[in-house]
Each structure stands twice: as structure tokens, then as C-alpha cells.
């Protein structure tokens, strides 16, 4: 029987949040260990990562997802500090810093304006503007039924996820990360410990550490540790589409939940399903194409009447890894498993949190505790006791 390989780390899922975890831990100049992140399918292909909006935002409703999203943007805006190699630059990955756009009804303009004080309390250039001084901004913009938006000014926009996908892999991978291709079909337990993992092909990997960044697949990996989290993969469409008219917004969610940005001469849009609209469990990839005639393009036509003349390009759906409890990340140990970690459930926000997350694992692994930011609120404690911590501002 041949031994099995062993490393400090194993990673399930190297996407953005698994490569995430292995470059930061890499990085460090106080940890040496052996990283070994294991992929199932090493072409991304349908990966929440690839199929993404690819969008980072400052405005969120907690002072803890700000700070996460804002090392996101440091980092984007400052690539080549992070990951870059050897002097040589990281792939670009084209940051439109078009900013967000978040339009009020009258019922909605409680909660934008709460979320705008924490937002302003913690630093961030965003401005609360009335219908008319949307329309002096956004000409193109029908406010006739609107109370108000919130727009920000920096900091907030979009980019090419592949590319900083790449740019993260290459980073790990130049600091000796490895990369192995495989599907993790068991987590070993040994008492109160991971052991380690066992893939398809029959392989095994010993590991003093197991990292859940398998996206929306992540509550299997967990169930094969005996671990119950409440992450479920949930499918998003989005639609590409073009107009003769150049509309140049920011990324617009309008009222209805439908949002809206522009991508390179063209524009994207999606939503996600409300109210009594089914949203089930699923793997499912297939394209709902009606889906834009009922609900999007009313929406938007709604919203910016040049839109009304517009001609559908393409679309993809891709899965968002929600957490059913609140809509935010578990990130850090299980406490009954205390060298199983999870990086999951960012529930449509985890490319934009990848790298604090990946950050803050990474110190967790080589120090035992948070040095930058502190997880301990995105903790699996809350879970256990089913104690939400909400985010308001789930698009
Ligand atoms: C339509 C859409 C729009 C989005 N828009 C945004 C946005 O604008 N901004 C934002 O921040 N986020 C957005 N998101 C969310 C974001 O894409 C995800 O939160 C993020 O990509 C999650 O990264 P991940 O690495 O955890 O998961 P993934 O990218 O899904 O990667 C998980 C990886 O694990 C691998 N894997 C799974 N099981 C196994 C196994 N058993 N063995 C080995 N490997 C395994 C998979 O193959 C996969 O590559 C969007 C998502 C979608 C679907």
C-alpha cells in the first residue's frame, strides 16, 4: 500500500477563495508549511468565480463586511504589490471604478439611509441624493416613482475575475503552493481532528489543516466531515446585452432588485428571485431565457427608458453560495473541529471578500488568532446557536 502524501494544508476548491487562502499563507514570512490545493476541475469552468458579476461595492450594511470589502479594493487597485512576481506584473484585470448606484422607493429609503450613516461613519465616499439631483447626475435615469439613491463616489466598481483568478494562482503557485487535480470524496476524521482527505481517484492526503473553499458545494464538503452548514447553491443568471444609446451608469440596483451595469461597450443585468419566487437547491447551469422578458428587461426598461431599444447578446448562469441563515460568510474553525475551516456561504459577495478572507485564514492557520481584521463575527458559533448576523445589502 503506498503511503499517503501529506501536507500542512489541504485547500478544497481552488478558486478564488481557496487560492486566495493559499497565496496569503504563502506570503507570510513566519510560516513555512506545505499547501496543497486540490481542484476538481482545474478549467474554472463553472466555477461561482468564472460565472460571476464580478463587482466590488463599499456599501454594505455592516462595519465588518466594509472593512472586508475595502482590503478587496486595496488589493485590486494595488495588484502588483500583492501579486505581483519576481517584478514581473499580474494579469490585468481592468478595474472599471464606475461606482454603485442603490435607487429607493419611498418604502426603501428607511433602510438606505441607515445604511448610509454606518457607511459614512466608517469612511466611505458615498453621497444620498434626491430624485432631482439624480436626474442632474443621470439624465437617462426615470425617477419618477423614486424616494433617493445612494451612490459611491470611490472605491466601488468592476474587473475581470478570471484574471485576478490567474493572478492569484500565479502568486501561489510562485511561492510554492501546489496545485493537485482531484475531487475530494472524503474528509478523514480522527476523534476531535481532520486527518485529512481521500479523492475520486483513490488518493489520499494527510493534513494538519483541511480548508472548506469548495463555493457552492461547500456544505458537502462539511457533511463529509460530519459538519452541518447551511449553504446552499442557488442559480443567477445574467443577461448581455447591447443598446444603441450609451448609457453610462454606474452599477445600478433599481428598486425592483434588478441590477444593471455596463461591460466594455455593452451592459449586463440580473437579479435575484424575490419574494414567493422559487429559488431551489441546485447545480443546475441551464439559462432561463424568458427570465429576461418577464422580469428584466421590464425592470430596466422601467428604470432607463434608452433601454427600451436593446437587443439580448448572450447569457450564463452561475451559482451563488448562499447562507441560508444570513446572507454573510462563515469564515474560521469549527469549534468541534477546530483544525477544519471554513471560507464559505459569502452568499454573492465572496469574489469582492476573497482576499480578506484568504487573509485572514491564513493568520488564523500561522498564528492562531486575527491580526487584521476579526472574523470572530463571521464565526460558525452563530450558526450553532442560529444567531444571524445580518447583511441588508444582499443584491
Ligand atoms: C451570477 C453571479 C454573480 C456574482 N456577482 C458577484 C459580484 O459582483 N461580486 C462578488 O464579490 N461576488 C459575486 N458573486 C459571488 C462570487 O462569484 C462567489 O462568492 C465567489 O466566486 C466564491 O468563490 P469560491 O472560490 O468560494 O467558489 P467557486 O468559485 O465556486 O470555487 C469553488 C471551487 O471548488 C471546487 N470544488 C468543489 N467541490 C470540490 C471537491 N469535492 N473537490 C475538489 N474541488 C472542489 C470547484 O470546482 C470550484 O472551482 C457572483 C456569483 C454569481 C453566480
Known sequence: ?????????????????????????????????????????????????????????????????????????????????????????????????????????????????????????????????????????????????????????????????????????????????????????????????????????????????????????????????????????RKRMVFHFDCRTRVASPLTIDTSGVYFRPEGPNYIAGSSPHGEEPDPDTFDLEVDRSWFEKVIWPAIAHRVPAFEAIRLLDAWAGHYEVNTLDHNAVIGPHPDLPNFLFANGFSGHGLQHAPAAGRALAEWIATGDYETIDMRPLGYERIAANQPYRELNVI
Do not use: C
Open 1 to 233: 500500500m503506498t503511503r499517503p502524501d501529506h501536507a500542512d494544508v489541504v485547500i478544497v476548491g481552488g478558486a478564488i477563495v481557496g487560492s486566495a487562502v493559499a497565496t496569503f499563507l504563502k506570503r507570510r514570512p513566519d510560516w513555512n508549511g506545505r499547501v496543497l490545493v486540490v481542484e476538481r476541475d482545474p478549467t474554472f469552468r463553472t466555477s461561482s468565480t468564472t460565472l460571476s458579476a464580478a463587482s466590488i461595492r463599499l456599501q454594505f450594511s455592516t462595519p465588518l463586511n466594509i472593512e472586508i470589502s475595502r482590503f478587496g479594493v486595496e488589493l485590486i487597485k494595488h495588484l502588483e504589490t500583492w501579486l505581483g512576481v519576481d517584478g514581473q506584473p499580474p494579469p490585468e484585470v481592468d478595474f472599471v471604478e464606475g461606482g454603485y448606484l442603490f435607487l429607493a422607493s419611498d418604502a426603501g429609503l428607511p433602510i438606505l439611509e441607515s445604511n448610509h450613516a454606518v457607511q459614512r461613519e466608517h469612511g466611505v465616499e458615498v453621497a444620498l441624493l434626491t430624485p432631482m439631483e439624480l436626474r442632474a447626475r443621470f439624465p437617462w435615469l426615470n425617477v419618477d416613482d423614486l424616494a433617493g439613491g445612494s451612490l459611491g463616489l470611490a472605491d466601488e466598481g468592476w474587473f475581470d475575475a478570471y484574471a485576478l483568478l490567474q493572478a492569484f494562482r500565479r502568486k501561489a503557485r510562485s511561492l510554492g503552493a501546489e496545485e493537485v487535480t482531484g475531487e475530494v470524496v472524503e474528509i478523514e476524521r480522527d476523534g476531535g481532528r481532520t486527518a485529512g482527505v481521500r479523492l475520486a481517484d483513490g488518493r489520499r492526503i494527510t493534513a494538519d489543516w483541511v480548508v472548506n473553499a469548495a463555493g457552492p458545494r461547500a456544505a458537502g464538503i462539511a457533511a463529509m466531515a460530519g459538519l452541518q452548514l447551511p449553504v446552499s447553491s
